[in-house]
């Protein structure tokens, strides 16, 4: 038996059985949903993404004198007047840095502030009307939803890869050894020069700031959460820097089961699982243990990791707070905790 293959070339008429004659006139008829929100969000925020372009110096081990290091990242800008988002770890140690437009034109750009403890930090280059990229609300993100990630990999200039989020509230250790916490997960492919680059939902709001990939691994690529970058942005504009009151607690976000929120007639579904309390620091003199939940600090509930870090400003230092927190699901302390000026 002989079989004949025929290829049928695609025509704006043909419609499959039970599907709806569309009009063909415009190009975005030809393009899926999926297709349609990529290429738009690529439109609204592809100019506002920047090349980064570092120079630093380094002490050479085996030769006197110093040796130049180069690097590159990528950033976004969120204002017209040429403040851009980036790693601390793209600008750290930097003596020079450069900055390239999606246009193509490059400029000088001068450092605002960083700060390694979240690895975001912000530039700036001396310019005015320029495209920008707008913040969305990282407490609103689901798993499963789509993520688009533009930057410079590799040096090339405006990638773009998709793909969703894949998981919410991971822990990340930084190469200084710290620990981000309330990480975004996904699997949009990210590259060495990634990094600083904008996370985006399919609305074109900005919803992380792509930090990392795990080497050899496919599929895993992390980004710090748009609200907390927010916070952080707004510290380094105003002052350089962040100054921190410090608990000297590592944690993470859990549910709380129906029957806890219910006996102790909470206002959240979620608190924050202490998983290690650092020695002689103020948790540790306060009496926290592992595995305490936190619901509440300084008499506002507590839902998020992000929830802690907005109560420890710098006005919160040394001043006394009431924390209450649940031990093994079936106690609730009222405690006291002053919180310490970050080691950071």
């Known amino acids: 038996m002989e079989y004949s293959l025929s290829f049928l070339d695609y025509s704006p008429s043909d419609v499959l059985p039970g599907q709806a004659q569309s009009d063909a006139g415009t190009d975005g008829e030809l393009l899926d949903a999926y297709s349609r929100a990529v290429t738009g969000v690529v439109k609204r925020v592809g100019p506002a993404v920047v090349h980064i372009h570092s120079k630093g110096a380094t002490q050479h081990a085996r030769r006197r004198g110093q040796e130049e290091t180069e690097g590159?990242?990528?950033?976004?800008?969120?204002?017209?007047?040429?403040?851009i988002v980036t790693n601390?770890?793209?600008?750290?140690?930097?003596?020079a840095l450069e900055v390239r437009l999606a246009g193509g034109s490059g400029c000088t750009a001068e450092l605002v502030g960083r700060d390694p403890a979240t690895d975001i930090a912000v530039i700036r280059i001396p310019d005015a009307g320029l495209p920008i990229a707008r913040l969305g609300d990282s407490d609103k993100l689901a798993v499963g939803q789509l993520?688009?990630?533009i930057g410079n990999p590799l040096g090339l200039q405006s990638t773009v890869t998709a793909g969703v989020i894949s998981a919410l509230g991971r822990s990340l250790r930084t190469r200084s050894g710290r620990l981000i916490e309330n990480v975004i997960q996904t699997d949009a492919a990210l590259n060495p020069g990634n990094s600083g680059g904008p996370l985006v939902d399919s609305r074109g709001f900005i919803i992380g700031i792509n930090t990392a990939m795990i080497q050899f691994a496919q599929g895993i690529c992390f980004a710090i959460p748009v609200n907390s970058v927010r916070w952080v942005v707004t510290q380094l504009m105003k002052e350089g820097k962040v100054t921190r009151g410090f608990l000297g607690i590592t944690g993470q976000v859990v549910p709380l089961p129906v029957q806890v929120v219910r006996h102790f007639r909470l206002e959240q579904e979620t608190g924050v699982q202490v998983l290690d309390?650092?020695?002689?620091?103020?948790?540790?003199?306060?009496?926290?243990?592992?595995?305490?939940?936190?619901?509440?600090?300084?008499?506002?509930?507590?839902?998020?990791?992000?929830?802690?870090?907005?109560?420890?400003?710098?006005?919160?230092?040394?001043?006394?707070?009431?924390?209450?927190?649940?031990?093994d699901w079936t106690t609730r302390l009222e405690k006291e905790i002053t919180p310490a000026r970050s080691p950071d």
Do not use: C, F, W
């Not at 590159?72 to 403040?83: A, E, F, K, R």
């Open 277 to 327: 309390v650092i020695a002689d620091s103020p948790a540790y003199t306060a009496g926290m243990k592992e595995g305490d939940v936190i619901v509440s600090l300084g008499q506002e509930p507590v839902k998020t990791v992000d929830d802690i870090h907005r109560r420890l400003t710098r006005e919160a230092i040394s001043r006394t707070l009431e924390i209450t927190v649940l031990r």
């Open 72 to 83: 590159s990242g990528s950033g976004v800008l969120i204002t017209p007047d040429g403040y």
């Open 147 to 149: 993520a688009i990630a």
């Open 88 to 95: 601390n770890h793209v600008v750290e140690g930097a003596q």
